[in-house]
């Protein structure tokens, strides 16, 4: 509860109308410096807002490019850790190749993007996403577009799946917080069906616009 009241001041105090507020919370400091957990260390909470009209951003017109590289993470990516290496290289990977995103390829699978999860449509219009596991993050952009699918019975498959399989799809897609529901429309400069925004993507961004309004502090 203290944490969406504080979620309400900076709001308030920045004046934000459409943006994100980041919150990062750590087990605590310790001094002297130590690898081992401290005890009766308190907990550290940073937040702060940004200003972004996530809504109505341009690319959820056009659909986003990405670019593959392989993933060199660690094996407990289901953490959330503020090391993140391995996700900056891949994400400026994408840029120097004019891309939006970055997919993480592992043993012939995409894991998931350098800050998002992925998602295609088969030719049979089945959603399939990555099942959880200590593989990925677990999005809780994700989870809710699963769950927003599944109540309108839309068919989810949870499994992993290949670049080849991807480009063989209908339609492609990442979630994230700070994109929603971001369509891609090619893949390491192979289009993705005929490389715009696929309507089963278009219906999910409106359906999760509405339930982010619906649920924003």
Avoid: H
């Avoid at 900076?10 to 130590?34: E, H, K, M, S």
């Avoid at 190749?97 to 894991?111: F, L, N, P, R, Y």
């Avoid at 839309?154 to 991807?166: H, K, P, T």
Wanted: net charge neutral; aromatic share 6%; proline share 3%.
């Amino acid at each position: 509860e203290r944490i969406v009241e504080i979620q309400k001041e900076l709001i308030a105090r920045n004046q934000l109308g459409d943006g994100l507020v980041y919150l990062q919370v750590t087990r605590g400091a310790t001094i002297p410096r130590d690898f081992v957990f401290p005890k009766d260390a308190k907990p550290t909470l940073v937040m702060f807002t940004s200003a972004k009209d996530i809504v109505n951003a341009a690319s959820a017109r056009t659909g986003i490019a990405v670019k593959t590289v392989p993933d060199i993470r660690w094996s407990r990516r289901d953490i959330k850790s503020v090391a993140l290496l391995a996700q900056v290289l891949a994400k400026q990977a994408a840029a120097v190749a004019g891309a939006g995103e970055a997919w993480m390829i592992e043993d012939g699978k995409v894991t998931e993007g350098g800050s998002s999860s992925c998602f295609i449509l088969t030719q049979d219009d089945v959603i399939v996403t990555r099942q959880n596991g200590s593989e990925i993050l677990p999005g809780c952009t994700r989870k809710a577009v699963v769950a927003l699918a599944e109540e309108r019975q839309l068919r989810v498959e949870e499994r992993s799946f290949s670049v080849e399989e991807a480009l063989a799809a209908k339609e492609a897609f990442v979630t994230s917080a700070s994109l929603f529901v971001q369509a891609v429309v090619s893949i390491d400069g192979k289009k993705v069906a005929d490389g715009k925004p696929g309507p089963m993507t278009n219906r999910l961004r409106e359906i999760y616009v509405e339930f982010a309004k619906a649920t924003a502090v």
